[in-house]
């Protein structure tokens, strides 16, 4: 029986027998598990239920991964999706980053990994907004038009709402509570993370470009989050300023 602090999983492969595994090894390890095989189920599902974290294969007969993934971004949904791809296609999980994705996982994988990935995907959201308590964070970041509210989770612009997936607001958070401070791609990725990723620079150099096209008036010429050149990234609230340099 699910508890009122117990997690939902939605688990979207055709593999029958991979599904059965995951429903088995979650619910062994304290979460509520639903699982489905393809984009119809997920639909389904999310129409008559709420879900904390969904796991999605990539490959899937008809509507494949990146394309649910899409769709759900485009609805504005900002459940956290953590991908399983392929083992060798290195593409495959940048595409996934770039499509809004919090994480993702080769297969085949150890499912004691799996759960790490969802409870660190699941903490990072935690730590925006605790469950089942009033946010303490009062902190609020404006910038130009923009007006940041962490403890909200909330990012607008000349008051409208920018919905922000948990990993673009991770990597915000890092970005605008460090003013002027050039941060390496390895710093960003260790503070809106918790972890190292397989390849740290495309990581954060995908997060950066959707965050960019998110807040930059032109999105090929960045005034606010400037390119440190050979060391990371810099947010730059004033982008009058000149943007500072690494040491």
Do not use: C
């Not at 979650?26 to 796991?55: H, P, S, Y």
């Not at 294969?57 to 949904?77: T, V």
């Not at 993370?193 to 997060?207: M, Y």
């Amino acid at each position: 029986m699910s508890g009122p602090l117990q997690k939902k999983i939605l688990v979207v492969d055709d593999d029958t027998r991979l599904r059965d595994l995951l429903s088995r090894y979650l619910t062994q390890q304290g979460f509520a598990v639903k699982v489905v095989a393809d984009g119809r189920g997920l639909t389904r599902a999310m129409e008559l239920e709420r879900f904390d974290l969904i796991v999605l294969d990539i490959m899937l007969p008809g509507e494949d991964g990146m394309a649910i993934l899409q769709r759900l971004r485009a609805a504005h949904k900002a459940i956290p999706v953590l991908m399983l791809t392929a083992k060798a296609e290195e593409d495959e999980r940048i595409d996934g980053l770039e499509g809004g994705a919090d994480d993702y996982l080769a297969k085949p994988f150890n499912p004691r990994e799996l759960v790490a990935r969802i409870r660190a995907v699941l903490r990072r959201r935690e730590d925006i907004i605790p469950a089942g308590a009033p946010a303490t964070d009062e902190t609020i970041i404006v910038w130009a038009d923009f007006r940041f509210e962490p403890a909200t989770r909330r990012l607008t612009r000349a008051g409208v709402d920018i919905p922000l997936t948990t990993g673009e607001f991770s990597m915000l958070s890092v970005l605008v509570r460090n003013p002027r401070v050039p941060l390496s791609r390895e710093r960003l990725m260790e503070l809106a993370r918790g972890r190292d990723l397989d390849n740290v620079d495309r990581a954060v150099d995908v997060q950066i470009s959707r965050l960019r096209k998110l807040i930059e008036p032109e999105a090929g010429r960045p005034r606010y989050i400037q390119t440190v050149w050979g060391h990371g990234y810099v947010f730059v609230p004033d982008p009058s300023e000149s943007a500072p340099t690494a040491d």
